[in-house]
Structures are given as structure tokens and as C-alpha cells.
């Protein structure tokens, strides 16, 4: 299994970026996704997450901003941002969860793709 981030970048505060993952080895369709970012010396921060059934979900911090979208054809999860701002510099990773058994779970990393937003 592989998760491949891309599409990161450096904009102006006030832009948009779409960051993209696309899944090798498993099937985007049926899973649930998420992405995430982390600045150095934080803890990494989920920021959206869209399930099986396509529900969504976002952080408070990026909510009415960020929109998270599957694309089944591409086997990818994208992340568009728009307004963004400085603080939303990060490197951003996706993540899939397999579940093991109930309650364990199996955590796979894209690499991660650095947003940088300047003001």
C-alpha cells in the first residue's frame, strides 16, 4: 500500500491550493480518508476527513475554507483550500486507517506536501 501526496506550494495569503493523494494498493472508494498537517514542534492536526459513505468532516480552523473530495475514477482524495492564510502553513499528509480488529487500526502516511502561505 501507498498513499502519494502532491500539489502543495508556496501563495499568497488569500489563495487557493488543491493538494491531492492518490492511493496505491487500495481502493479510495470504499475507505475512509483523511488529511492532516503539522508544523514543526506541534502535533499533527487532522484537518478534513471524508468516510465511506462520503460524509465530511472538518476542523474548526479551516471550516467554510477547505473542501474535501473523492475521486473515484483517480483512486484520489483531494483537498481544496481556498482563503488561505499564514497560518495554514504545514506540511499536510493523508491518511488511511485499515482497520485490523475493532479498535486497532493500521495507520499509512502519504509523504506529505508542504503549503506555504505568505502574507
Known amino acids: 500500500v501507498q498513499l502519494q501526496a502532491s500539489g502543495g506550494g508556496l501563495v499568497q495569503a488569500g489563495g487557493s491550493l488543491r493538494v491531492s493523494c492518490e492511493g496505491h494498493?487500495?481502493?479510495?472508494?470504499?475507505?475512509?480518508i483523511g488529511w492532516y498537517r503539522q508544523v514543526p514542534g506541534k502535533r499533527r492536526e487532522l484537518v478534513a476527513h471524508?468516510?465511506?459513505?462520503?460524509?465530511?468532516n472538518y476542523a474548526d480552523s479551516v471550516k467554510g475554507r477547505f473542501a474535501i473530495s473523492r475521486d473515484n475514477a483517480k483512486n484520489t482524495v483531494n483537498l481544496r483550500m481556498d482563503s488561505l492564510k499564514p497560518e495554514d502553513t504545514a506540511v499536510y499528509y493523508c491518511?488511511?486507517?485499515?482497520?485490523?480488529?475493532?479498535?486497532?487500526?493500521?495507520?499509512?502516511w502519504g509523504q506529505g506536501t508542504l503549503v506555504t502561505v505568505s502574507s
Open positions: 491518511n488511511w486507517a485499515r482497520m485490523i480488529n475493532r479498535g486497532n487500526y493500521e495507520n499509512f
Open positions: 494498493g487500495v481502493a479510495f472508494s470504499k475507505e475512509a
Open positions: 471524508i468516510s465511506r459513505d462520503g460524509t465530511k
